[in-house]
């Protein structure tokens, strides 16, 4: 059993746009699929003219075990796909935006109970708790 969670449809890993947001929102809605980026300049294979490239996994562990295997290569992150997210424009100022989108997170976000119909409303609640994270935990 995986540590994180599956992703949406096996069929179409590799086919999503390499440039997405990078992480914020602080809610997911599905994994698409999981990312390990390669740097030639820090000792990945030159494989695109000195430019970055990434390698697509259908499962966490497969992309850690390259990761580990290969110079050059960060550690994997998941492509997800937010339905609806939280965008903070400026430090505690909230904002309920309904539009997807896709970006890459930090794995470990994906320990975040993923969103449900309340999540994002709980979460700018003026009866929220003092430490609004509490709820994308799922502690509160």
Known sequence: MSKYPDIKNKELVGTYPALVKSGGGYVWDAVLEYRVWCH?????????DGDDYYYVFDNYEEALEFSDENPGTEEPLALILQREYIDEPEPGKYVHIKEERLTEWPVEFLGRPRRNENTIPDFLSPDAPG???????GLA
Not at 40 to 48: I, K, L, R, S, V
Not at 131 to 137: C, F, H, T, V
């Open 40 to 48: 030639p300049h820090a000792g990945a294979p030159d494989t695109e």
């Open 131 to 137: 430490n609004r994270l509490e709820i994308l935990r």
